[in-house]
Structures are given as structure tokens and as C-alpha cells.
């Protein structure tokens, strides 16, 4: 199994910046793909970041060129560094993960069909 727990949410004001992390636990599962997704009231989850077994990353166009997605490996958690904030980026932020070889942009087109989530954080952006 694997168990996924976000932290790092919370409010900013416009142009600010925040980082989450998300801490990974899993028993024999192979995690090919990790990414991060959010959900804002009355919307569809949307993918925004991913980043595969080899670190290439693939990101929305909402999110590119202000978002980072990174992991280390030797800690077992996902990082998003979010920069340039905006309040359209206020919603439940949410970590997950997939143990099927598929692809990075794959996986931001399915949202809602990663094996493995976390609970969330909340991030509101305030204007």
C-alpha cells in the first residue's frame, strides 16, 4: 500500500509564494509517477504537475513557468514550489501517486484516475 500526507498549505496574498510537500510510505509498491492536482469549489479536479520515475516533468498551462515540481527520493516526499500566486489558484491541493507505466501528460489528462491520493491541503490566494 502507499500512504500519501500533504502539508505546507495555507493563505497568501497575490504574487506570493508557498511550498507543499508530500510525504510518501509505501510497502513493495513501485511508484512510477507522482504529481499534484487540485480541486476548486464547483470545478473538476485538475492536474497540474507531474514528474515521472526519471524526473522529467510536465506541467499545466495554468501553472507553467510558476510552479516546480521536485522530489527526493532519499526523504520519500514531493515538493511544489508555487510562485507568482493568484487568487484563481485557490483550491484543495492534493498529492498522488501511480504504480502503472503510462506518461507524465497521460496522467494530467486522466486527474481523477491515479492509483494512490492524499487527503489535501488547502492553499487560498488572496487578492
Known amino acids: 500500500q502507499v500512504q500519501l500526507v500533504e502539508s505546507g498549505g495555507g493563505s497568501v496574498q497575490t504574487g506570493g509564494s508557498l511550498s507543499l510537500s508530500c510525504a510518501v510510505s509505501?510497502?513493495?509498491?513501485?511508484?512510477?509517477?507522482m504529481g499534484w492536482f487540485r480541486q476548486a469549489p464547483g470545478k473538476e479536479r485538475e492536474g497540474i504537475a507531474i514528474?515521472?520515475?526519471?524526473?522529467?516533468?510536465k506541467y499545466a498551462d495554468s501553472v507553467q513557468g510558476r510552479f516546480t515540481i521536485s522530489q527526493d527520493n532519499a526523504k520519500n516526499t514531493l515538493y511544489l514550489q508555487m510562485n507568482s500566486l493568484k487568487p484563481e489558484d485557490t483550491a484543495m491541493y492534493y498529492c498522488?501517486?501511480?504504480?502503472?507505466?503510462?506518461?507524465?501528460?497521460?496522467?494530467?489528462?486522466?486527474?481523477?484516475?491515479?492509483?494512490?491520493w492524499g487527503r489535501g491541503t488547502q492553499v487560498t490566494v488572496s487578492s
Open positions: 514528474i515521472n520515475f526519471a524526473g522529467s516533468t
Open positions: 509505501r510497502d513493495t509498491v513501485t511508484i512510477y509517477y
Open positions: 498522488a501517486a501511480d504504480d502503472r507505466l503510462k506518461s507524465n501528460q497521460w496522467f494530467l489528462d486522466h486527474p481523477t484516475n491515479l492509483n494512490y
